[in-house]
């Protein structure tokens, strides 16, 4: 994707010449920001006995506003979820879900800790898990200035267990700055990135006596743009894939899958 840096004709409205280097952090904006955000997802398993494909899609308005220090809060205005296979389409209300707050610390550069996430219905398990929602949501800047040229690197690991499930995300992500452009009469800058990607999980199948671990890896890129003036997020395009096994361990056995999919990813600043 770097040699083509794509944004929505709604959005980018034309490029401006270069400036002088700006200034790196996330501005402790008092204001509500809103992001609309969409996945789209081509999943497949395969077994012994063939190949199951399936697709998921993830919808959503979110709006999230920075509080005293470094804590933030967010939450869905609207969310649409679903995943379908050869055996159907699940597709769960999230009324319940609306409104019902995220709390975060997120750092000037970008990092986010979670603090606490609402509690999903059992209808979401098996579909998505949102609790990691802001986990690789905001751009994580550099300690330079932003300037046209400019590359970096950022490692993040991160890590979550109960007592019957465990995930460990870790990602390695390249970043340059290519150009300056305008979006909507702001000034920004469009960033490209690169990410390798890894997933380890564990824990039970929904619905069933038997529990699965599975094991991905992969990479993605795509573009981010951000306004360094006003310290926020405009916009994001990413596409990626990952592969690897999935074993399922129950009272008859083990059963391995190999699992693959395709996605992408865009998430757009609402005015």
Same mark, same amino acid.
């Given at each position: ?29 008092? &204001? ?36 005293? @220090? ?7 205005? /609207? ?31 970008g990092r986010v800790r979670l603090i ?5 219905? /059992? ?19 550099? /300690? ?19 007592? &019957? ?52 890896? @992969?990479? &993605? &890129? ?50």
């Amino acid at each position: 994707m770097r040699p083509s840096f794509v944004v929505s004709s709604s959005c980018l409205i034309a490029l401006v010449a270069s400036r002088a280097p700006a200034q790196s952090t996330y501005a402790p904006a008092r &204001d509500t920001l809103r992001f609309h955000e969409t996945t789209r997802a081509d999943v497949r398993l395969t077994s012994a006995q063939g190949e199951i494909p399936m697709k998921s899609d993830h919808d959503a308005t979110i709006a999230l506003v920075r509080l005293q @220090g470094d804590t933030a809060r967010a939450w869905y205005e /609207a969310l649409n979820i679903g995943v379908s296979s050869p055996m159907g389409e699940q597709r769960p209300s999230t009324t319940e879900v609306l409104k019902a707050p995220f709390t975060f610390s997120m750092d000037p550069r970008g990092r986010v800790r979670l603090i606490s996430a609402p509690a999903f219905p /059992a209808s979401f398990q098996g579909i998505t898990d949102l609790t990691r929602q802001f986990d690789d949501f905001f751009l994580r800047l550099p /300690a330079q200035p932003l300037r046209s040229g400019l590359t970096w690197t950022d490692t993040t690991t991160r890590s979550d267990s109960t007592a &019957d499930r465990f995930q460990l995300n870790r990602s390695i992500a390249s970043y340059r700055v290519e150009r300056d452009t305008v979006v909507a009469g702001v000034q920004a800058l469009v960033i490209s990135m690169k990410q390798s990607l890894s997933i380890r999980t564990r824990g039970p199948v929904p619905n069933q006596p038997a529990s699965a671990e599975t094991v991905l890896t @992969g990479s &993605d &890129d795509g573009i981010v743009v951000f306004a360094p003036k006003e310290g926020r997020m405009l916009g994001r395009r990413r596409t990626g894939q990952m592969s690897g096994d999935v074993t399922i361990t129950g009272a008859g056995g083990q059963m391995s899958l190999k699992q693959s999919f395709t996605y992408t990813n865009t998430l757009d600043a609402v005015r």
